[in-house]
């Protein structure tokens, strides 16, 4: 019932900025968590930055500093910017949001696509 799009992926040098955007629509009553996920090859997914709709953010340690997450409740959308970009965050960067459908549905977790984010030295 939730679709998650991103965009702004793509090949920045190390010491780069990119900034990646994602937008939920479908059948949304509410949602909880947005955040960004990444998982590089031969490696597990793992968080790198989550908001809440109240706006607590918690980082990947490794991220901490460089990147920054901001949504926008009344668009459904989350945004991360990445900065001093280093060849480690190379990876598939996937959006995540927690949401219902209906007032009584429980929240569930949606995942978009994937965007590709590539680091050269």
């Not at 109240?54 to 920054?68: A, E, I």
Request: glycine share 10%; hydrophobic share 35%.
């Amino acid at each position: 019932q939730v679709q998650l799009v991103e965009s702004g992926g793509g090949l920045v040098q190390a010491g780069g900025s990119l900034r990646l955007s994602c937008a939920a629509s479908g059948s949304i009553f509410s949602i909880n968590a947005l955040g960004w996920y990444r998982q590089a090859p031969g490696k597990q997914r793992e968080l790198v930055a989550i908001i809440t709709s109240g706006g607590r953010t918690n980082y990947l340690d490794s991220v901490k500093g460089r990147f920054t997450i901001s949504r926008d409740n009344a668009k459904n959308t989350v945004d991360l910017q990445m900065n001093s970009l280093k060849p480690e965050d190379t990876a598939v960067y996937y959006c995540y949001c927690t949401a219902q459908w209906r007032d009584v549905s429980p929240f569930a977790p949606y995942w978009g696509q994937g965007t590709q984010v590539t680091v050269s030295s």
